[in-house]
């Protein structure tokens, strides 16, 4: 029999999780690791925006990678693509913010929301970016049922600011919706070379001192800072430029 999960249940995991008031969160989701839930999206939306308090900010990823060069990006309309019915959900919030990069955007609730909006839009990772801006604020980055290797795209902007050697800056023309009008605009994405196929994010996690980790019931949720992320991250990546990307046996 699958197991169900209630909002009660998914409280205590998002507690176990440090989830408290005034946290700034940065949230990367599987529900599938929950089972059965037992209720809705919008009331998974409450309980963060409960947790969190008035001075708190939830925010999600809603990247969009289907739009091409003949397209445009309206942050008002535009769906993601890969991040989960959680993160589609928060999109169509009425509260919600999002920002203006046409690859790398995310959606926000909360006191900081509006802050999202100042990011540089021309640059999906690296400096100005959405997620430099997460480091300044030092959010807390929750896993919930997933791991690094599927979820966490902030090691992407980690491995920009290291300037890995097995990835390089493209610009890409896009067009954004502002105000109904379709703007064209050069947007600099840091691409992995051809010949990398994979990365293995998880290898980050002996590294990070302060992990928290909480077992769902078909499989794990992680939470961490960004800074510390961000530091234990970098020193690696100095230290072996191909650590996520090196083949080993058993992988």
């Known amino acids: 029999m699958i197991k169900e999960t209630s909002i009660e249940d998914m409280k205590q995991h998002l507690i176990a999780l440090g989830v408290s008031k005034g946290d700034n969160l940065l949230v990367h989701s599987s529900l599938f690791s929950f089972g059965r839930i037992s209720f809705n999206l919008n009331e ?3 309980l963060f925006i409960d947790l969190i308090g008035p ?17 445009f990006y309206d ?4 769906h993601s693509e890969g991040l989960g019915v959680f993160s ?15 690859i790398h955007n995310h959606c926000a609730i909360g006191k900081q929301a509006n802050n999202l909006l100042l990011t540089n839009a021309k640059y999906s990772l690296g400096a100005n970016s959405d997620f430099d801006f997460f480091n300044q604020l030092n959010v807390k980055i929750i896993l919930l049922g997933s791991d690094f290797h599927n979820s966490c795209t902030y090691l992407h902007h980690v491995e920009a600011v290291a300037s890995v050697p097995y990835r390089k800056w493209l610009k890409l023309k896009r067009n954004i919706l502002i105000n109904n009008e ?16 994979n ?24 939470s961490i800072t960004s ?3 961000h530091k234990k991250a970098l020193k690696q990546l100095i230290k072996n430029p191909y650590l996520f990307v090196e083949p080993e046996e058993n992988e």
């Open 199 to 222: 990365t293995h994010f998880n290898r980050i996690i002996p590294h990070l001192e302060n992990l928290i980790t909480v077992d769902a019931p078909y499989g794990k949720s992680y």
């Open 55 to 71: 001075n708190g900010t939830l925010f999600v990823p809603t990247y969009t990678f289907q739009i091409t060069e003949n397209d």
């Open 44 to 46: 998974l939306i409450d």
């Open 182 to 197: 379709v703007n064209e605009m050069i947007c600099h994405y840091f691409a992995r070379n051809n010949d990398i196929n």
């Open 88 to 102: 589609e959900a928060v999109r169509k919030h009425e509260k919600m913010v999002r920002s203006f990069c046409p």
């Open 75 to 78: 942050p008002l309309k535009t």
């Open 227 to 229: 800074q510390e992320l």
